[in-house]
């Protein structure tokens, strides 16, 4: 797969505090790319860089082939931002507003409206194009400040936690449209504090600390840098700690099995992640004749992760 965002040693200070510090990561064309990390571990000043709105202090930035150094504009073009500080003017309609930045990037007539109309469409705001900003609630806000990121269908969009303060179904509503916009081919680099959401839509996840990169990968290559084990919750009908002895010694001489644990009506098994031998186990259940009635697998999550390699906690 071919990389559309190149970001090399990139480092950028305010004054005596260095925000971002000597980072590198790459992006693939059409991949949905996570940014996590702590309060003021420099990722909307990366994203910020990124997208051209302020300056490098050394490293270099690649975008769609064009270098920052010297083609600065073109990747502007390539770009749209989703601001974390929500960007839209209170005295212009929903329309207006998503007009207004769409014309930005040299959309006019019949073509800037229907951008305009399709992208309020997409987030979900198709009834609400003469609504004023300050007549909206905080997530359909949330929702016109996204439109106006995505209308005149960049390359590149770019939304730094684009789901504070909205509720379960706009949040739901925005993550399918992010879905959906790589599916029309953008690519797609989103940050949020939400580490489900992160976990659900990003096919590669990079966690910064202080400005630096801890760790970049999938869930999957993450998680392996802390634990290759993985538990399984078996709930039987039978009580397994009375009537399981003898499986409970069969299963701890299975392969892979790194712990049992009996609880009540449920079993836990601790597994090796690479190998997995999920349906081994179950065979044994199978065997023993006692009847599951709830499976249940779990693995590190990402704040258990970044607890593990940075020392503290994400929030
Ligand atoms: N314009 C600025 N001038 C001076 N310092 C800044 C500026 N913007 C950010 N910083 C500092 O740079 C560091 C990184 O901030 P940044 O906003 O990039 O973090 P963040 O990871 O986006 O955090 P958050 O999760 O709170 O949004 C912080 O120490 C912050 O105080
Ligand atoms: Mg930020």
Do not use: W
Not at 47 to 75: F, R
């Amino acid at each position: 797969m071919s990389q559309f965002v190149i970001v090399k040693n990139l480092t950028k200070k305010y004054g005596e505090l260095t925000a971002v510090d000597n980072l590198s990561f790459d992006v693939d064309k059409n991949e949905i790319f996570g940014f996590l990390g702590p309060n003021g571990a420099g990722k909307s000043t990366t994203l910020s860089v990124l997208t051209t709105l302020s300056d490098l202090n050394k490293g270099d930035i690649e975008v769609g082939g064009y270098h920052i150094h010297k083609d600065k504009m073109k990747i502007k073009q390539l770009i749209g931002m989703v601001p974390q500080d929500i960007a839209v003017y209170e005295n212009l309609s929903a329309l207006e507003n998503v007009k207004f930045f769409a014309s930005l990037y040299g959309f006019r007539g019949k073509k800037l409206t229907g951008a305009a109309k399709e992208a309020l469409e997409f987030v979900g705001l198709s009834d609400r194009l003469n609504m004023k900003p300050k007549q909206m609630s905080g997530g359909m806000k949330r929702r016109l400040n996204i439109a106006c990121g995505i209308a005149h269908e960049p390359q590149l969009i770019v939304m730094d936690e684009p789901t504070v303060g909205v509720d379960a179904q706009s949040r739901e509503h925005i993550l399918n449209s992010i879905r959906t916009l790589r599916e029309r081919g953008a690519t797609v680099i989103y940050t949020s504090h939400y580490m489900n959401e992160v976990e659900e839509i990003c096919d590669r996840i990079a966690i910064i600390d202080r400005g630096q990169m801890v760790a970049c990968g999938t869930k999957a290559e993450l998680v392996s840098l802390v634990t290759d084990v993985q538990s399984v919750y078996i709930e039987t009908k039978l009580s397994v700690a009375f009537e399981g002895a003898e499986i409970k010694k069969k299963l701890k001489t299975l392969p892979n099995v790194k712990a049992v644990v009996t609880e009540e009506n449920t079993v836990r098994i601790d597994i090796s992640i690479e190998q997995n031998s999920i349906t081994r186990i179950l065979e044994q259940f199978l065997a023993f004749g006692m009847p599951i009635i709830n499976i249940k697998t779990e693995v590190p999550n990402l704040d258990t992760m970044f607890l593990t390699l940075t020392g503290h906690e994400l929030r």
